[in-house]
C-alpha cells in the first residue's frame, strides 16, 4: 500500500470547490494511477475524518500557445471526497 502523501497530490482550490466544501465534499488533484479505496484510505489518514463516498475524473492537458510555440499541459486525476456528516478538513482552502 502506498503512502497516503504518494497518492494526494494536493487541493483543488477554486471557486466551485471551495462552495462545495458547504456541502461536506472536498476536492483533491491525485495520482493518475490511484484507485477509490486508495484515495479513500489517504484521505481517512491525513485528515482523521470519515469518508462515504469518492468520485474520480480524469482531466486532459490543454494545448497552451505562447507566441508560435504550442505545447500542452499534462492529464491529471481529480477526486471529490464526501465525508460523514459532522466531518470537516479545518483550513482546506489554505493547504
Request: proline fraction near 4%.
Amino acid at each position: 500500500m502506498r503512502d497516503a502523501r504518494d497518492v494526494l497530490r494536493r487541493p483543488v482550490i477554486s471557486e466551485k470547490s471551495v462552495n462545495l466544501s458547504a456541502e461536506n465534499k472536498y476536492s483533491f488533484w491525485v495520482d493518475p494511477a490511484a484507485n477509490k479505496i486508495e484515495i479513500k484510505n489517504a484521505v481517512e489518514k491525513m485528515f482523521k475524518v470519515g469518508v462515504t463516498e469518492v468520485r474520480t475524473m480524469n482531466v486532459k492537458g490543454r494545448v497552451k500557445r505562447v507566441g508560435r510555440h504550442s505545447g500542452r499541459t499534462p492529464d491529471r486525476k481529480k477526486a471529490v471526497v464526501t465525508l460523514r456528516p459532522g466531518d470537516a478538513i479545518e483550513g482546506f482552502a489554505g493547504l
